[in-house]
C-alpha cells in the first residue's frame, strides 16, 4: 500500500487528528457569520485550545470521541459571559456542527485547517 502523508501536512487533506489551527465559521441566525481561528491541541479524548473571535480569545476543553467532537468555552460580551456548547463531527476535509449559544438557540458551525 502507498504510504500515508504526514498528519495535517496538507491543508484539505483527510483530517487525522485535531491538532493545530483552525478556520471556524460560526452562522447565527439573523446574525450572519461569526468568523473565529481556532488552535487545538488533542492528546488522545482529551480536547484543549483557544478559539479567537469578535469576543476576544477564549480557552476551551473537550473531547474527541471516535468522530464526535464536543468542547465549551464562555464568550466574553457586552452582555457579561455567554456559556458556548460546540458538539460536531470530523467528516473528510472539515469538522462541522451546531453551537449552543446561552440564550440565543443553535448556530451552525464548520471548521476547517488554516493553510498557513
Known amino acids: 500500500g502507498a504510504a500515508a502523508p ?3 501536512a496538507t ?3 483527510p483530517i487525522s487528528d485535531l491538532n493545530g489551527k483552525w478556520d471556524v465559521k ?4 439573523g446574525m450572519g457569520e ?4 481556532a488552535t487545538m491541541k488533542q492528546d488522545g479524548e482529551k480536547l484543549t485550545g ?3 473571535g469578535p469576543a476576544g480569545e477564549m480557552t476551551f476543553e473537550g473531547a474527541v470521541v471516535g468522530k464526535a467532537v464536543k468542547f465549551a468555552f464562555e464568550a466574553d460580551t457586552p452582555q457579561g459571559k455567554l456559556p458556548v456548547t460546540m458538539t460536531g463531527d470530523i467528516g473528510a476535509t472539515s469538522v462541522s456542527g ?18 498557513q
Open 6 to 8: 504526514a498528519a495535517g
Open 11 to 13: 491543508a484539505g487533506g
Open 26 to 29: 460560526i452562522v447565527i441566525a
Open 34 to 37: 461569526m468568523p473565529a481561528t
Open 50 to 52: 483557544t478559539i479567537s
Open 98 to 115: 451546531k453551537a449552543s449559544i446561552a440564550g440565543m438557540g443553535e448556530a451552525d458551525w464548520t471548521a476547517t485547517r488554516s493553510v
